[in-house]
């Protein structure tokens, strides 16, 4: 192997990825070329092996501002008035270090969405992690936590909601993942491009250090393996106050009018803040590297074009309006330093020291990336998981498998983690944590903004398609139980090794189901994010696609169903199909350690009628309790209604596996008896079946069945449930 | 056994508080302050009575607990 | 204007205090930590956040802003001074008001709605309060804990169910003359029914009745 | 001149992050440990010639924003 070939491949490039470099240069590359190359076609930035897949997606509606391809997708919401959302994930810089790699995964979806010219106003946290009996996990799990807590809090935006989920395939490899919205007035959308020939770039933030480096194509690229630990020279260190610093600045210098376009610095660094911005204004750009403000000394023209030091924002500004953008970076006390002119032509000329270190076409750092198509088959194991069902024939007791499934950390109370984050800021949270849906307000106007995030890598794995489907469904009821109708989705792929053809079908049939559930909502996917290569010593995670579900209620309802809600004396109702589905459901899971059989599809038209219906209530304040019914069923569902509102319940089905079907488009309501009539009415009216389960009073969760009653105190329930993930960090 | 354990940050992984301290400084007019950096010296009190046995003892900690390996160096002195 | 809410680099809460006293029917701006003249002002809040970063120690560097002497000389001609969680670790810090903050009993950040009691009602943030009336109101610090080695401070609002540690429970301390108050936990949080408790108002209405020009906005 | 300044937590006063890590050193087994304390120790190069005019610019610092008087001792250690 020549020292050239050791050199490419020890950077993540195969060969032949190699040869199209020499192609396009028609000469063998200098090393900062190649370093540019090799980072900005990592799988991490390139996409290379799901841009062909990502097409599948429908990104088009009337509301639709800006789609896939920016930093993060725009959405108009009416009154001159835009919502830009974005989801990223940083899950291998967490496994390396959980702390930094949440902090700095936080930084990262705020600036895509900043970038954009909108004040970030929440986001949300999807973490998943391995069994907590395993102290690696719980070291992992609440440094993940601390992490995001860490920056979020300090940076001044508040965390409201999110996901935990615990499984082992997580165990090597957990899953970190954060959306961003941000909320903007129309005339202050900025976009990623460098503008006219002539426009200075500027470069805003923190000196440039050898954070990182290599970080897209070591960290998020590559596969774990023992030797994880020898990739720490890696980590990047985030700092929550500059970032607040910048946002600030770069919100003034938007206001002001000051730049025709931004690009953060995120994975690649500055190969991508300079040849994105230029090829999408179709322009060339002079970079003087030695214009860099640096952290430390003796850095190599490569090691600056590559560097991932975090909180840096790219400016571009026209000569006359320098002066003013760089007193702005003066005022908020960061950094501005003027590094390069946009060209006319298309080259991208790096100097350092005075001396040419790149002249690369810029767009083919970008554009001319390497496409994978690559192979897909569907996994021969998979017809035979169909097969091993259970037939659940013997009936637990109901009392007890309820209190197994509210003990569970994937199930019971995640106030642990959700209470290190602050979720008031800014006095938008009208329902926060620990609901099905986040409800912020959007001052100076009647609408109320509803985000609900949804994965479930189980499902996925017993059937990506539908999988896919039901999580866009479960996301959509969620929002509307908050009285907002479904509006945008932005999705964060999670998957395995894409060079095994099964993970290629898992993430091409998940792409599919989300593809065709947001077809018949009517909603598009304005942008989102992939993750490869999660896997450890050849075993890949469950396909484990994270849907981030924006929806709007104009108005705002004026008291939004919450589970805290309820009292004594209220019927409780479950609307939706009475159908049994057990394959994948958390009560197998937990009570028979099973994951088989085949989940039951999603039913479009069903569907869009119940997220009608659950708005419809919500908006209309007829019911005090909505709560769409997901893992652990109706049984653990309506404990949850019971532990929050301080009130037992009694409720019998026929059937007792219907406490703890999964089966998609239920919810379960609950009715002051006077707007029984009402609310009945509006389900024929819709065609959801309406079914009377019982009442709330008392303090024992009573389960009556044809077969089988049981009774589970509330004390009990509420104790299980708020201990599950305390007790096992304790 | 009284041990000292110092712990000190890379030198190439970024220290923003350490930053933000020498700025304030300066602010203040302590214009000669050329370079900052903040330690943590943990103190122990340990049985035992072999002085290596203590050090390995201690430097487990450090690997476990006391120092992040990924984000920092530990020294370990073991004072007569 | 009538109270200034200074901002700090690294401040979060002020557009929230701003909002909350405008609610209210006072009158309030927000002022950058580099201006000196606080002379337009009858009244100051330090807002909660992360003044710089927390470096070194919570509030240690804001105290040197150059607006703080100022907010010093508001202190001492007994004009009302409220701080309130990193505001209130600030005053600490410069000492006008007595003790330090030290990270939470559990090491953990803590957001959430807590139960106080109302224990001295002698002062600008209690004076419409009664004694003993229990208030829900968002927590949100992580060096929440005020520790008084010299016993001095006047514990105004105490902690029903201390969630981190403070030094009698406290959750709001005062100057002597009462002109002067921080507390820990966030009643600009709790001013609308629509986010879920009003009983911050009864603080933040005592505050601006003894705004000498705000009272009836 | 490189200087050290030494900051020590008070004893009277509480301290949550020593007491926890003493916890956790115990929950890992590590029982010989008999105390524990944790100091800030800040490294700091400053320009000067005469060591007594320097420790006076540092006690200065200290004064004024590295330690807080209600918790904190400080002693500085300027090295030759
Ligand atoms: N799974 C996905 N679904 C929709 N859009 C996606 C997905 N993955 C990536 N994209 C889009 O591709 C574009 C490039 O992503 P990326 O290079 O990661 O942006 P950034 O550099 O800002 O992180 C973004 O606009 C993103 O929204
Ligand atoms: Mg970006």
Redesign the pocket.
């Known amino acids: 192997m020549s020292e050239q070939a050791a050199i490419h491949r020890a950077l993540g490039m195969t060969d032949d990825e190699y040869d199209s470099v020499i192609g396009i240069l028609g000469r063998t590359p200098r090393p900062a070329e190649l370093a540019m190359y090799s980072v900005m076609w990592s799988e991490?930035?390139s996409?290379k092996s799901?841009r062909s897949h990502?097409g599948r997606?429908p990104t088009e509606a009337p509301w639709v501002v800006v789609g896939?391809?920016?930093?993060?997708?725009v959405v108009d919401l009416g009154d001159g008035w835009l919502a830009a959302l974005?989801i990223?994930s940083h899950n291998h810089p967490s496994f390396v270090e959980p702390y930094e790699g949440a902090a700095t995964g936080v930084g990262?979806i705020l600036r895509?969405v900043f970038t954009m010219g909108a004040r970030p106003i929440a986001l949300w946290d999807q973490i998943r992690f391995g069994p907590l009996d395993v102290p690696k996990n719980r070291f992992l799990f609440s440094g993940v936590v601390a992490g995001i807590a860490g920056y979020g809090n300090a940076v001044g935006v508040p965390t409201v909601g999110g996901e935990v989920a615990f499984d082992e395939c997580y165990s090597g490899n957990p899953l970190v993942n954060v959306m961003c919205l941000g909320i903007m007035r129309r005339d202050q959308l900025v976009l990623g491009t460098a503008g006219e020939a002539g426009s200075v770039a500027v470069l805003l933030g923190k000196p440039t250090g050898r954070d990182g480096i290599g970080g897209a194509s070591v960290l998020a690229s590559a596969s774990f393996d023992e030797e994880a630990g020898a990739k720490r020279p890696s980590v990047q260190v985030g700092d929550p106050f500059e970032e607040k610093k910048l946002i600030e600045a770069c919100l003034e210098l938007y206001e002001r009018g000051l730049v025709v376009g931004v690009q953060?610095l995120?994975?690649a660094g500055l190969s991508?803040a300079t040849s994105e911005p230029a090829a999408r204004a179709g322009m060339g750009m002079d970079v003087e590297l030695d214009a860099v403000h640096v952290r430390e000394s003796g850095m190599s023209a490569a090691e600056l074009l590559t560097s991932e030091s975090q909180e840096r924002m790219m400016a571009f500004v026209e000569p006359s309006k320098v002066e003013d953008v760089l007193a702005v970076a003066d005022k908020w006390e960061i950094d501005g330093r003027v590094v390069g002119t946009v060209t006319a032509g298309d080259t991208l000329r790096i100097r350092h020291n005075g001396e040419l270190v790149a002249e690369v076409p810029a767009a083919s750092l970008s554009e001319a990336a390497p496409r994978y198509d690559r192979p897909m088959a569907e996994p021969t194991w998979l017809a035979a998981v169909w097969e091993q069902t259970l037939d659940h024939s013997e009936v637990p007791d109901l009392a007890e498998a309820t209190l197994a499934l509210l003990d569970d950390p994937s199930i019971g109370s995640a106030e642990w983690a959700y209470q290190q984050y602050d979720h008031m800021l800014f006095l938008n949270t009208v329902v926060g944590p620990g609901h099905d849906g986040s409800l912020l307000r959007v001052r100076g106007t009647d609408k109320g903004l509803a985000v609900s995030t949804d994965g479930n890598g189980r499902l996925c794995y017993l059937d990506p398609y539908r999988g896919g489907e039901r999580l866009v469904y479960e996301a959509a009821l969620n929002v509307a139980v908050t009285g907002a109708l479904p509006m945008a989705v932005?999705?964060?792929?999670n998957f395995g090794n894409p060079e095994k053809p099964e993970v290629m079908w898992q993430f091409r049939q998940c792409i599919e189901g989300i593809s065709a559930a947001c077809e018949h909502l009517g909603i598009p996917?304005v942008?989102?994010?992939?993750s490869f290569y999660n896997e450890t010593d050849g075993v890949d995670i469950h396909p484990t696609p994270v849907v981030g579900l924006l929806g709007m209620a104009d108005p705002i309802p004026a008291v939004a169903p919450r589970l805290d809600a309820g009292s004594e004396g209220e019927e409780v109702w479950v609307f939706g199909p009475e159908s049994i589905d057990l394959a994948g459901s958390a009560f197998e899971r937990v009570i028979h350690d099973h994951l088989g059989g085949r989940p039951a599809t999603a039913t479009p038209e069903m569907a869009v009628a119940v997220i009608a219906l659950a708005a419809r209530l919500a908006a209309d304040g007829l019911t005090p309790v909505l709560h769409d019914i997901s893992d652990g069923g109706i049984a653990v569902g309506i404990s949850e209604i019971c532990i929050r509102s301080q009130v037992g319940a009694d409720v019998s089905v026929e059937d007792w596996r219907l406490l703890y079907s999964e089966a998609p488009h239920r919810f379960i309501a609950t009715v002051a008896a006077a707007n029984v009539a009402e609310v009945t009415r509006l389900a024929a009216d819709t065609g959801v079946a309406a079914l009377r389960i019982g009442t709330l009073g008392g303090d024992h969760i009573v389960f009556r069945t044809a077969v089988r009653t049981n009774d589970l105190a509330l004390a009990d329930a509420g104790s299980a449930y708020a201990a599950a993930i305390p007790r096992r960090l304790a | 056994m009284n041990v000292t354990v110092t712990i000190r940050r890379r030198s190439v992984i970024a220290d923003p508080h350490g930053a933000t301290v020498a700025r304030a400084l300066a602010d203040l007019g302590h214009q000669g302050v050329r370079s900052l950096r903040i330690d943590r010296t943990i103190h122990l009190e340990v049985d035992g009575e072999d002085p290596e046995t203590v050090r390995e003892q201690v430097a487990a900690m450090c690997e476990q607990l006391l120092a992040n390996p990924v984000l920092e160096d530990y020294e370990i002195t073991v004072d007569a | 204007m009538n109270v200034a809410v200074v901002v700090f680099p690294g401040s979060n809460c002020e557009h929230d205090v701003v909002h909350a006293v405008r609610l209210l029917g006072g009158d309030a701006e927000a002022v950058w930590h580099k201006d000196t003249d606080l002379s337009g002002a009858d009244a100051v809040v330090l807002p909660g956040g992360f003044a710089h970063g927390d470096a070194l120690r919570t509030g240690a560097i804001a105290r040197l802003s150059p607006i703080m002497q100022s907010v010093r000389t508001m202190a001492d001609s007994g004009a009302p001074v409220l701080g309130i969680c990193n505001g209130f670790q600030i005053l600490c810090e410069a000492g006008i008001l007595p003790g330090a903050f030290i990270a939470n009993r559990d090491l953990a950040f803590i957001c959430r709605m807590i139960d106080v009691e109302v224990t001295d009602t002698n002062t600008m943030l209690t004076s419409g309060a009664q004694i003993g009336q229990r208030l829900r109101i968002p927590l949100n610090s992580y060096e929440g804990n005020w520790v008084d080695p010299t016993h001095t401070g006047r514990v105004v609002v105490r902690y029903t169910d201390d969630p981190n540690g403070s030094q009698d429970h406290a959750a709001a301390v005062a100057n002597p003359a009462g002109n002067v108050v921080g507390i820990m936990p966030h009643p600009e949080r709790a001013t609308e029914q629509l986010l879920g408790s009003v009983d911050g108002r009864v603080l933040l209405e005592s505050f601006l009745a003894s705004v000498p020009s705000a009272s009836h906005v």
């Open positions: 991490h930035c996409y799901s990502l997606f896939p391809g920016e930093n993060a997708g974005r990223e990262g895509d953060d995120g994975a991508c932005v999705d964060n792929l996917v942008g989102g994010n992939v």
